[in-house]
Nanobody, 121 residues
Framework: QVQLVESGGGLVQAGGSLGLSCAASGSIFSINVMGWYRQAPGKQRELVATITSGGSTDYADSVKGRFTISRDNAKNTLDLQMNSLKPEDTAVYYC???????????????WGKGTLVTVSS
């Protein structure tokens, strides 16, 4: 089992920056990918960014150039630096961890409880 705990959410004005962190514990050795997802009110949860154990990253088109995902394998932490925030970035942000791909896409096996990010206009 892997436990994930997010921190760093809050209220920020449009155009501002915010950083999220995720602390992972448990059977970390089994994890091959970690990522951030978000769910806005009334919408489905969507991928924000992922990073593999080897450091390969992938971003949703909506956040490319504004968000940066990084991980510290030694400290078992995952970060998301969010710049140039927009009101449409308002959502609950979830940290996730996965072991393998299913049908070519990473399948996330573990999820944190989420942290709320609110961007005011």
């Amino acid at each position: 089992q892997v436990q994930l705990v997010e921190s760093g959410g809050g209220l920020v004005q449009a155009g501002g920056s915010l950083g999220l962190s995720c602390a992972a514990s448990g059977s970390i050795f089994s994890i091959n990918v970690m990522g951030w997802y978000r769910q806005a009110p009334g919408k489905q949860r969507e991928l924000v960014a992922t990073i593999t154990s080897g450091g390969s990253t992938d971003y949703a088109d909506s956040v490319k150039g504004r968000f940066t995902i990084s991980r510290d394998n030694a400290k078992n932490t995952l970060d998301l630096q969010m710049n140039s925030l927009k009101p449409e970035d308002t959502a609950v942000y979830y940290c996730a961890a996965g072991i393998s791909r299913v049908a070519g896409r990473w399948a996330m096996n573990y999820w944190g409880k989420g942290t709320l990010v609110t961007v005011s206009s």
